[in-house]
């Protein structure tokens, strides 16, 4: 049976924490030498992932995008015990 209590309104807060542990496992990543095929049939290209892994785990500046995500109303409720954004 669901359990659906009241929508609620939240932040997005992301400890500072969090977004250095982030910005840390980017820049472990183990990128491979190449795609095994030649078009996108397996995924996104590397020429097109890695410079926007580059810019999320470096550049990007978090509590600017937390501020303006934060300038529209966010809500919250549980269903079956999770939260829902």
């Given at each position: 049976m669901k359990q659906?209590?009241?929508v609620r309104p939240f932040r997005i807060e992301v400890a500072q924490k969090e977004i250095n542990e982030l910005r840390q496992r980017v820049?472990?990543?183990r990128w491979p030498d190449k795609e095994t095929v030649v078009d996108r049939s397996q995924?996104?290209?590397l020429?097109?992932?890695r410079p926007l892994v580059e810019y999320w785990g470096t550049r990007c500046d978090w509590r600017?995008?937390?501020a303006k995500l934060n300038a529209l109303?966010?809500?919250i409720t549980k269903i079956?015990?999770?939260d829902i954004r």
């Open positions: 659906i209590n009241g820049k472990m990543t995924g996104v290209q020429a097109q992932l600017k995008v937390e109303p966010q809500f079956d015990g999770l």
